[in-house]
């Protein structure tokens, strides 16, 4: 059985990634997986300098879900290159680094700092609905979403993939967009925007009113963005949103698929990762499928 | 696979789960390993049954039992998931991790001053437990108290209520002061201006302490950074957001910015 996929040139030894902001970098679960068994790393945005984040409270539960405005808290590239790659590299996995920007000089600074570190993909985080500035301000608009692709792919060495945001009217059209700005891949989708309110309080639950819906509530809606994605450019996709286990991970890879991030589920059992893995094996061998990439875009 | 060497949740036994006061339970449940590795104000994640309920709630361990591997939390129904929890009846099974976070830093020492806010009393009863020396409790609640014969097994307990049901009218720093304090270090958990009027308590008497902060939490284990506080630090803003659940819950009360 062949699990292996190539995604943008870079060989994964399975296609199950960890979702940003879901995973930090790596070593706050290296005590609840070998992360040797994992396709690949992606770790927590990292911005040009440290930002502090929002203010508490960032975190609310949901329905089959969760909000967060965590609003990208990093202690910025160099110290991330410095403490959190040495690290991830003792391990036999992909490591790529999810980078955060206010504008487009910032995002170019952090890519080309990290020119020369020791990581094998960058993701562009262009969907973050949690920061004012950046971030989903270029993922929603396709001509900045076009030049911000552009810049930062000139200024990389990686291969460059960028996250796009479902907080649009059509995925597909910022798709084309980051295809045509050079792009190598797309990441989908990031978090739904939504927001909780106290009725006893009359106030949000979170401190920054709003904040990012993630959690197995939101897997159809990006199971269809997937297979939108899919039908309408040529580049590999990431696909996430709501993966709990190898059969959604399955759902993902059907629908165009060639990665899967799992994310929030990270939260609720700190072993997914490697469940999900051992799901997709466990689907491959009862459904005789020799080679996962025979799955991708396999949805009739 | 086998992932022998990695740590995981874990199915215990619940031993029993009695309501001890107004909404607030405490339940004993079997799990040897968080028995024997669990440090004074430490927390375990608490998982829902309910598939809705996708986020664990991190809950202080009250008391261990190495012998029995038995581990007490003392929790209060704030919403559905503790609802959940509450419902649950000895024989049955829930999933757990930890223990997690840093606990109490244990001080060799003559005097130490215990205080606790509601539910905020559990997690120092372990530590009440192995401290040294002369210790005195001091417990504030609402209305009605809870676990105060546990505590005076180990010490001695002065109790404060708002209403004035139990022990002192008023705040359980108003009572402080008044029986007067003095001591080595301050072991404290409770709501935050509790903990804020402790350190300034502390700071006036020259004392060190040690306070147990809550936040709303994602993870429990330093992955999702939902759950921060602000600590001291040495650069341009005086402070940095740190991790209630992974550098704490437990801080040194003087680096804390409440």
Same mark, same amino acid.
């Given at each position: 059985m062949n699990t292996s996929v190539n995604i943008a040139g870079i060989d994964f030894k399975n296609p199950v990634m960890t979702a940003s902001g879901t995973f930090g970098s790596g070593k706050e679960y290296s005590e609840f997986v070998d992360l040797n068994r994992l396709g690949g790393v992606v770790v927590k945005g990292v911005a040009s300098k440290e930002w502090l984040g929002n203010p508490v409270p960032r975190i609310a539960e949901t329905y089959g879900g969760m909000l967060n405005a965590v609003g990208l808290q990093n202690p910025g590239v160099d110290v991330f290159i410095e403490e959190d790659i040495p690290f991830l590299r003792k391990y036999d996995t992909k490591?790529?680094? /999810?980078?955060?920007?206010?504008?487009?000089? !910032?995002?170019v600074?952090?890519?080309?700092?990290?020119?020369?570190?020791?990581?094998?993909?960058?993701?562009? /985080?262009?969907?973050?609905? /949690?920061?004012?500035?950046?971030?989903?301000a270029f993922g929603t608009d396709p001509k900045m979403a076009e030049y911000v692709t552009s810049q930062v792919k000139k200024h990389s060495k990686q291969p460059l993939i960028v996250k796009l945001s479902p907080n649009v009217t059509d995925i597909t059209e910022i798709a084309r967009a980051v295809e045509a700005?050079?792009?190598?891949c797309v990441s989908l989708i990031n978090t739904l925007l939504g927001m909780k309110i106290d009725i006893y309080k009359r106030r949000p639950v979170l401190a920054n009113r709003v904040g990012g819906f993630s959690g197995p509530a939101i897997k159809p809606v990006a199971v269809r963005m997937v297979n939108q994605v899919y039908n309408s450019i040529k580049l590999p996709i990431i696909g996430l949103g709501g993966i709990c286990n190898g059969e959604d991970a399955i759902e993902f890879i059907l629908a165009g698929a060639t990665g899967v991030a799992v994310g929030t589920a990270n939260f609720m059992n700190p072993r997914t990762t490697v469940?999900?893995?051992?799901?997709? !094996?466990?689907?491959?061998?009862s459904m005789g499928v020799k080679d996962v990439g025979e799955l991708i875009g396999g949805v009739e | $696979?086998?992932?022998?060497?990695?740590?995981?949740?874990?199915?215990?036994? @619940? @031993?029993?789960?009695?309501?001890?006061?107004?909404?607030?339970?405490? $339940?004993?449940?079997?799990?040897?390993? @968080?028995?024997?590795?669990?440090?004074?104000?430490?927390?375990?994640?608490?998982?829902?049954?309910?598939?809705?309920r996708i986020l664990?709630?991190?809950?202080?361990?009250?008391?261990?039992?190495?012998?029995?591997?038995?581990?007490t939390i003392v929790y209060m129904i704030v919403g559905m998931g503790t609802k959940e929890f509450s419902d649950l009846d000895s024989g049955d099974r829930i999933e757990v991790l930890g223990p997690l976070g840093n606990g109490f830093k244990i001080k060799e020492c003559d005097e130490s001053i215990i205080v606790g806010g509601g539910v905020g009393a559990p997690p120092l009863l372990e530590l009440v437990k192995n401290l040294p020396g002369k210790k005195r409790v001091f417990l504030g609640f609402r209305s009605g108290s809870f676990l105060t014969k546990e505590f005076e097994k180990y010490a001695e307990v002065h109790v404060a209520t708002d209403d004035g049901s139990v022990g002192e009218k008023g705040n359980v720093v108003q009572l402080m002061e008044k029986v007067g304090v003095k001591g080595n270090m301050i072991y404290s958990c409770g709501p935050k201006p509790m903990l804020a009027a402790v350190k300034d308590m502390a700071e006036r008497l020259e004392v060190d302490a040690q306070i147990s902060l809550e936040e709303r939490m994602g993870c429990g284990i330093g992955a999702c950074v939902g759950c921060i506080c602000k600590i001291k630090a040495d650069n341009e803003l005086g402070y940095v957001h740190k991790k209630v659940c992974k550098d704490g819950p437990v801080f040194d009360a003087k680096e804390v910015i409440f």
């Open positions: 490591i790529i680094v /999810n980078i955060a920007g206010k504008t487009v000089d !910032e995002y600074e952090v890519a080309e700092k990290l020119q020369d570190a020791d990581i094998d993909m960058i993701e562009l /985080n262009i969907s973050c609905p /949690n920061v004012k500035e950046g971030g989903v700005g050079g792009a190598d469940e999900v893995i051992e799901g997709i !094996e466990r689907y491959m061998e | $696979m086998c992932q022998d060497n990695f740590r995981d949740k874990e199915e215990a036994e @619940i @031993i029993s789960n009695v309501e001890i006061a107004d909404n607030v339970y405490r $339940m004993v449940i079997r799990q040897e390993e @968080i028995a024997v590795n669990a440090k004074a104000g430490q927390f375990i994640n608490v998982y829902c049954k309910a598939e809705s664990p709630r991190p809950i202080s361990i009250c008391e261990v039992d190495r012998d029995k591997g038995l581990v």
